[in-house]
């Protein structure tokens, strides 16, 4: 199988090297080798349970409050109370 | 014998007949720590002083005679991916080598109500990914019973620290075995609790439908009541069960006549060593002997779960770990030239090559035409799974298997081969796809190093295991810190 | 050659729960960046959705509303991608299985019905907001907007114009505003709408390949976009050249739109099932009992006041697309008794320039609907004129007078009027013909008598001055 090992590191945004995109794609294949290994079921996989539903939560607005500053202390840069990030297009 | 050699019921009653005091103890659980960190490794970040005063406001709270909780004022470490409120948690990886939480992990509100002393933050692979605690970005850490060889992971510093005395009890969490495999291998015992009945809120997620937070202690009864501590209901987690537990310490008994113990033969098989076998097989024997009955049993499509496994694990990890950015916290890289190329060098260079490996691996199975062959089918294998472990339980109570597939290996021995380190998951992963609980006790020591036995049980059927688990303690002796 | 234009539209709108879709913060615009925000939402290490029960409910609403059926089991997915305002890099939403499917809504365009298919509703969460200054070096993220409850709404694509597709978009508007699940303060972007064009031979039962427009901000704008990319690919194939598969960015201020990006580099966002949350569930009861929380919708509405109560389709239109409006005017339509026609033309003119004044709401004021039928129901019966109806309107709205007492202190009762007056008096004149002869020999006191007289015959309802005024006029003339 022809794995495009260089656009799935785009999808996950990671730059890889020459040696890592081969490393990895070995690596995939191997995944894909194993994988040709599971048993050949079908079946609904979504996973649906409505014996055991989810408890939904009540519209309420939160009393506990961090402040800005705390929420954004680990913030690499800052800026008039906001997160600064390379400009983006516009 | 020292403080931090005792077990924490120990620990306990001395605390409250003032025989000795919290701040004494935590004095003496840090200096060990101190005393064997260099040869262990186990802590990333040691609280000396936050640790020193919560010690001694909890001496204040027994001198005033409050009702305080089974474990208050004894010291805990604490997995590096549990948030702590003001406390660094790395995750043990450069992307967040600076993150300081802002909030606590629902475990460590518990934790703190309880009184209970952290000494400090636990060595991991990074993100929790591993079975060795090599990928760590920071340091290694070596097994207390033989520096040479590797604690386990992930959550090898909360094993080896405890197995050390440099912690008397302590939380780490399990994906796919990162809490029951260094138990096993540093001769401790470790909880990996039901899907639903610890909190993961303020655990930094790996897979988060796998991911559970446990504990891990020298003794059962220790092991017990730190669960009993740290489980019920979150109502920030919609994952976690609304349901009541039972006093687990209170009810303990090593009592298994009538225990229908399952032996399942996919568990038994090639690849696991002859040794563990043989010393998983014997404890179970010494069982039957005082009344447990022993079923063999079958879980066939144990051969799959491995692949289904790191499928599923790797899939959600690849969107878990895309917040990781340089964004809003931890590391970012200091040269770029835009957005994206922010995003790539961050990432690049945060993120170490198994969490890489694994990113890669989940963004692959979870794309656009690999979807329904990959993602899907592991869903499909992981259903087989749970109803082959409800079948099972049709005949059994508990089902004893090795916790490993052999004792601790060497440092560097399988960095090379991510297949090969995979393959020592093989007896845990299972537990984790069905939901399960399960515990590691040890069992006896292989070639001089320990082997665990796992016992698997019901969903919610802890206080089964922690039987089961008490009863083999009964024959192989309560565990003390090992020397260094 | 003649071309055909195919619309479909993807619509969010900001729902207005009083929490976010998964955590506790407020959900409020304009404050100050970056203070309604939790480590929820902000996608702190560690951090868990928990999904708002109001958000579930307003979608189900919604979905009732636009006749789709209702998945009363179904679950969350993640949609993955790398952006500054998703903190998480993945944004909560559903795939496979929407709350809502295969629905539809009639609009109405130049008095016709047409049926817009939907094709599916599904709950989200807003992403924040990135801010562009030259003052700053980069871009700065504001997280307030980050977990803001949406619900996109997708359509067939079975609009054929850009006046189609704002005719939807009013549609779907108001029922927003009908059920009270949307602030829909467009200025605000509490709308906001993905525009997806193509264009065929009329004629073709085949699509053309579809071009997706995003930063559609206002329903004006919309047409515009339409407008423009419709005449681009018909001018395209003109030239002879090939439509690509892409999405484009509107400019509305340039009134063009430019390639964001190609099908090539389409984003792949690996959706696949929330695990932090489990299975939406809602009991069948439930998805019953939200169903009878639906009021009667505009279309319903303009469809019955035209058919039913003889409105034309303007008026209907005008009194169904504001909701105080045709509150007021199916409360005096129950009261009854008066010709809708009257009361819509009252509130369409005197109550709706008073609104339009004074910027007040119809619950603000002292207007109620049984003041209102009251007075149409004076007029109606001829007891009062028109203008007194305004005067007493007015004095209502002014100082909630009570009406009978406006009518005798202004004497505004009809009989005070000439015509009706004149009648009273030539009867009665007619009917005392000694008292006028007595008048008219000198006999000044039989004035008395006679408005006297006047008075009795108009059971007291005249006006006395008015009357006199009369007698005397008739009696001097």
Redo the contacts between chains.
């Keep these: 199988m022809n794995i495009d090992v260089q656009h799935l590191a785009k999808l996950a945004r990671l730059h890889l090297d020459d040696k890592e995109i081969e490393k990895f794609g070995r690596d995939m294949e191997n995944i894909v080798a194993m994988v040709e290994g599971l048993p050949d079921t079908s079946g609904d996989a979504s996973g649906l349970d409505p014996e055991h539903p989810m408890k939904l939560r009540e519209d309420v607005i939160s009393t506990e409050k961090i402040t800005r500053e705390e929420l954004l202390s680990n913030a690499p840069k800052m800026q008039a109370g906001c997160v600064v990030v390379p400009k983006t297009v516009e | 014998m020292e403080l931090y050699e005792m077990s924490a019921s120990e620990l306990s009653l001395m605390l409250k007949e003032k025989k000795c005091s919290s701040e004494e103890l935590t004095r003496s659980v840090l200096s060990r720590a101190k005393a064997t960190e260099e040869k262990v490794g186990a802590y990333l970040t040691l609280c000396e002083e936050s640790a020193v005063s919560k010690a001694r406001e909890v001496d204040a709270k027994i001198a005033k005679g409050e009702k305080l909780s089974a474990l208050a004022g004894i010291p805990i470490g604490i997995k590096d991916n549990i948030s702590t409120k003001g406390i660094l948690t790395t995750c043990a990886s450069k992307m967040l080598y600076n993150y300081v939480p802002p909030f606590d992990a629902f475990v460590m509100k518990k934790v703190n109500a309880a009184d209970i002393v952290v000494t400090g933050k636990l060595n991991m692979d990074e993100f929790a990914m591993g079975s060795s605690t090599e990928n760590s970005h920071f340091k290694k850490t070596h097994n207390p019973h033989n520096l040479d060889c590797v604690p386990g992971g992930s959550s090898g510093g909360s094993a080896a620290a405890v197995a050390v005395g440099s912690a008397v009890i302590s939380l780490g969490s399990d994906t796919g075995g990162s809490i029951r495999m260094p138990a096993s291998y540093c001769g401790v015992v470790g909880l990996k609790p039901t899907y639903g009945a610890v909190s993961r809120y303020g655990l930094v997620a790996f897979a988060s439908s796998l991911d559970q937070i446990g504990p891990f202690g020298r003794t059962v009864k220790d092991t017990a009541a730190l669960f009993g501590i740290i489980c019920g209901h979150d109502n920030m987690d919609a994952t976690s069960a609304d349901r009541e537990y039972p006093d687990f310490t209170a009810a303990l008994k090593s009592d298994v006549s009538g225990l229908r113990i399952g032996i399942p033969k996919e568990y038994f098989g090639d690849g696991v060593d002859e040794s563990v076998k043989q010393a998983v097989m014997d404890t179970v024997r010494e069982l039957e002997k005082q009344g447990a009955k022993l079923v063999d049993i079958s879980l066939p499509s144990t051969k799959y779960a491995l692949n289904a496994y790191y499928i599923i694990s790797s899939a959600e990890a690849s969107s878990n770990l895309a917040r990781f950015d340089g964004v809003k916290y931890g590391f970012r890289a200091e040269n770029y030239d835009s957005l994206t190329d922010m995003y790539e060098k961050t990432r690049s260079e945060g993120f170490g090559d198994e969490v890489k490996r694994r990113i890669m691996l989940g963004t692959f199975v979870l794309s656009s035409g690999f979807f329904d062959a990959y993602y899907k089918k592991a869903k499909l294998v992981a259903m087989d799974i749970v109803r082959e472990f409800g079948e099972a339980f049709e005949k059994c109570d508990v089902i004893a298997t090795p916790a490993t597939p052999g004792t601790a290996f060497k440092l560097g021995e399988n960095m090379g081969d991510p297949t090969k380190m995979y393959a020592a998951d093989i007896c845990t992963v299972t537990v984790n796809i069905a939901g399960l609980p399960a515990i590691s006790v040890p069992c006896g020591k292989v070639n001089g190093m320990p082997a665990g036995l796992q016992f698997i049980g019901r969903k919610f059927s802890e206080q089964t295991l922690l039987n089961s688990a008490y009863a083999v303690e009964q024959l192989t002796g309560e565990v003390r810190p090992v020397n260094v | 050659m003649e071309y055909e234009t195919i619309v479909g539209l993807e619509v969010h709108a900001e729902l207005n729960?009083?929490?976010k879709i998964y955590?506790?913060?407020?959900n409020a615009f304009g404050l100050?960046?970056?203070?309604q925000?939790?480590?929820i939402c902000?996608?702190?290490?560690?951090?868990?959705?928990?999904?708002?029960?109001?958000v579930?409910e307003y979608a189900v609403k919604m979905g009732h509303a636009t006749n789709c059926s209702i998945n009363n089991?179904?679950?969350q997915d993640?949609k993955?991608y790398?952006?500054?305002d998703l903190?998480?890099?993945?944004q909560i939403s559903q795939a496979?299985?929407p709350l809502c499917e295969h629905g539809y809504v009639d609009i109405m365009l130049d008095g016709e019905e047409k049926r817009i298919g939907i094709t599916r509703i599904h709950i989200e969460e807003d992403a924040g907001k990135?801010?562009?200054n030259d003052a700053?070096?980069?871009?700065?993220?504001?997280?307030n907007r980050c977990g803001v409850p949406l619900i996109e709404i997708v359509s067939e694509p079975d609009m054929r114009s850009s006046a189609e597709a704002k005719a939807y978009l009013e549609t779907l508007k108001s029922i927003l505003q009908y059920i009270d699940i949307s602030d829909c303060k467009m200025e605000q972007g509490s709308i906001r709408c993905d525009v997806n064009v193509s264009v065929r031979p009329k004629g073709s039962t085949e699509f053309g390949k579809r071009v997706e427009m995003k930063n559609v901000n206002s329903f004006s704008g919309a047409m515009r976009a339409i407008d423009y990319e419709s005449n681009r690919q018909i001018e395209a194939l003109e030239r002879g050249e090939e439509i690509f598969q892409e999405t484009r960015r509107w400019d509305d201020m340039k009134g063009m739109n430019f390639v964001l990006r190609s099908k090539e580099d389409a984003q792949?966002y690996?959706?696949?099932?929330e695990?932090?949350?489990?299975?939406?569930?809602i009991p069948l009861e439930k998805v019953e009992e939200l169903k009878k929380t639906i009021p009667e919708l505009p279309n319903a509405k303009i469809k019955r006041y035209v058919k039913e109560l003889g409105l034309s389709q303007t008026d209907a239109e005008l009194i169904a697309e504001n909701l105080p409006r045709c509150g007021l005017f199916d409360e005096c339509v129950s009261i009854g008794g008066v010709s809708p026609k009257n009361i819509s033309n009252w509130i369409l003119a005197d109550v709706s320039k008073y609104m339009n004044e004074t910027g007040k709401d119809i619950s603000e004021s002292n207007l109620t609907a049984e003041k209102l039928v009251k007075i149409i129901n004076l007029i109606e019966d001829g007891k009062i004129s028109n203008n007194s109806g305004k005067i007493i309107f007015d004095e209502i709205m002014k100082n909630n007078a009570d009406i009978d007492t406006v009518i005798s202190e202004k004497g505004l009762a009809q009989i005070s009027d000439d015509s009706a007056l004149e009648k009273i008096v030539n009867e009665v004149l007619a009917a005392n013909e000694k008292s006028v002869n007595d008048y008219r020999g000198g006999k000044t006191n039989a004035l008395g008598f006679l408005v006297g007289q006047c008075m009795k015959a108009s059971k007291g309802q005249a006006n006395p001055a008015k009357c006199k005024e009369l007698v005397l006029k008739y009696l001097n003339g």
Excluded: W
């Excluded at chain 3, 955590?23 to 407020?26: A, E, F, K, P, Q």
């Excluded at chain 3, 868990?48 to 029960?53: D, G």
């Excluded at chain 3, 700053?136 to 997280?143: A, K, T």
């Excluded at chain 3, 690996?270 to 099932?273: A, D, G, N, S």
């Design positions: 729960t009083k929490t955590c506790s913060c407020r100050e960046v970056n203070t925000i939790c480590p902000t996608g702190m290490p560690g951090t868990l959705p928990t999904l708002n029960e109001k579930v089991v179904c679950k993640r993955n790398f952006y500054p903190p998480k890099a993945y496979d299985i990135m801010l562009h700053f070096q980069g871009s700065l993220v504001d997280f792949d690996r959706y696949f099932p695990p932090d949350l489990t299975t939406i569930y």
